[in-house]
């Protein structure tokens, strides 16, 4: 999430973006069980590829990825989402 925030040098764009993470019961897999989401507030129409989604939210529209719980390979994409 953070190579992202850089990359597409959203703090100049946004500059009053929000950045966050949290355990995510909404976020269920296939086998129904839950993980881990970070979000960041975005602009409308800002383009986000994958493993990223929009999700919009009454609280704003924000970027997304979720990890389904067990796959902690994925917590490194958090931090580093250009590996």
């Known amino acids: 999430m953070d190579a992202f925030v ?3 040098t959203l703090t100049r764009i946004k ?3 929000r950045h966050y ?6 976020s269920v897999d296939e086998t129904g069980r839950h993980g881990y989401e970070m979000r960041v507030t975005i602009p409308g129409g800002f ?8 999700k919009h939210f009454d609280g704003g529209l ?3 990825h979720m990890i389904p719980f067990g796959a902690f390979e ?3 994409l958090l931090v580093h ?3």
Do not use: H, T
């Not at 993470?21 to 909404?26: I, Q, T």
């Not at 383009?47 to 929009?54: H, I, M, N």
């Open 62 to 64: 924000y970027g997304a």
């Open 21 to 26: 993470g949290f355990n995510s019961p909404s």
């Open 47 to 54: 383009p986000v590829s994958k493993p990223l989604v929009k």
């Open 74 to 76: 994925e917590w490194d």
């Open 81 to 83: 989402m250009d590996a």
């Open 6 to 8: 850089r990359e597409s």
């Open 15 to 17: 500059p009053d973006l």
